[in-house]
Nanobody
Framework: QVQMVESGGGSVQSGGSLRLSCTIS????????MAWFRQTPGEGREGVAL???????NYTDSVKGRFTISKDNAKSTLYLQMNSLKPEDTAMYYC??????????????????WGQGTQVTVSS
């Protein structure tokens, strides 16, 4: 059974930084596609960044140059380093995973496994 647990959320001022972590257990596939999504009340869940087992990454336009996704395979942990945070980054952030392959895209419907979320609040 795959379990994903996020941590690292909190409240920061505009321009600040946070690093989100997602610890993963029970994942036995030989390939992976892992991503961060975010959601605000009343809105759909938006893809933020993804990484695959070849180290390929992809970001939504609004976070390019500010956010960095990475994975420490030895620690089975996915990270999202968020710099130059803006109030519009305020959301619940979720990590997600699926086996690797051509469906490694920022579309929430292709992911099989999800964490419970961690709140990020950015004040102006």
């Amino acid at each position: 059974q795959v379990q994903m647990v996020e941590s690292g959320g909190g409240s920061v001022q505009s321009g600040g930084s946070l690093r989100l972590s997602c610890t993963i257990s029970g994942y036995t596939y030989t390939t992976y596609c892992m991503a961060w999504f975010r959601q605000t009340p009343g809105e759909g869940r938006e893809g933020v960044a993804l990484i695959d087992n070849d180290g390929n990454t992809n970001y939504t336009d609004s976070v390019k140059g500010r956010f960095t996704i990475s994975k420490d395979n030895a620690k089975s942990t996915l990270y999202l380093q968020m710099n130059s945070l803006k109030p519009e980054d305020t959301a619940m952030y979720y990590c997600a995973a699926r086996p690797g392959g051509p469906w490694c895209v920022l579309n929430l419907y292709v992911y099989n496994y999800w964490g419970q979320g961690t709140q990020v609040t950015v004040s102006s």
